[in-house]
């Protein structure tokens, strides 16, 4: 089992920076892919960045690029989703996601085992 506890969302102007945090616990969690969804009212939970916990290569949902940095911190067990430049359509209630290790990043909720409560994210215009 591994746990998943997502903090730091909140409300924001455009323009503006929040960074999410993931912070894992259970089993290995060095061997998983882990991820950042979102979901806003009314559409289907959708990719924004993923990282392989042991590589720490990163993949990212073309929208954000260039804007959202995710990472991770193996000493704390904690992935982190660093958002910039913060858009109104960014509103979303935002994810954390673990799945098995895997060559290919699934960018579908289904190759994600564990979930977390999900943290709001309101940017204001």
């Known amino acids: 089992q591994v746990q998943l506890v997502e903090s730091g969302g909140g409300l924001v102007q455009a323009g503006g920076s929040l960074r999410l945090s993931c912070a894992a616990s259970?089993?290995?969690?060095?061997?998983?892919?882990m991820a950042w969804f979102r979901q806003a009212p009314g559409k289907e939970r959708e990719f924004v960045a993923g990282i392989k916990w042991s590589f720490g290569s990163a993949y990212y949902t073309d929208s954000v690029k260039g804007r959202f940095t995710i990472s991770r911190d193996n000493a704390k067990n904690t992935v982190y989703l660093q958002m910039d430049s913060l858009k109104p359509e960014d509103t979303a209630v935002y994810y954390c996601?673990?799945?098995?290790?895997?060559?290919?990043?699934?960018?579908?909720?289904?190759?994600?085992?564990?979930w977390g409560q999900g943290t709001q994210v309101t940017v204001s215009s």
């Open positions: 259970g089993r290995t969690v060095t061997a998983y892919v």
């Open positions: 996601a673990a799945g098995a290790f895997s060559p290919v990043m699934s960018t579908t909720p289904s190759g994600y085992e564990y």
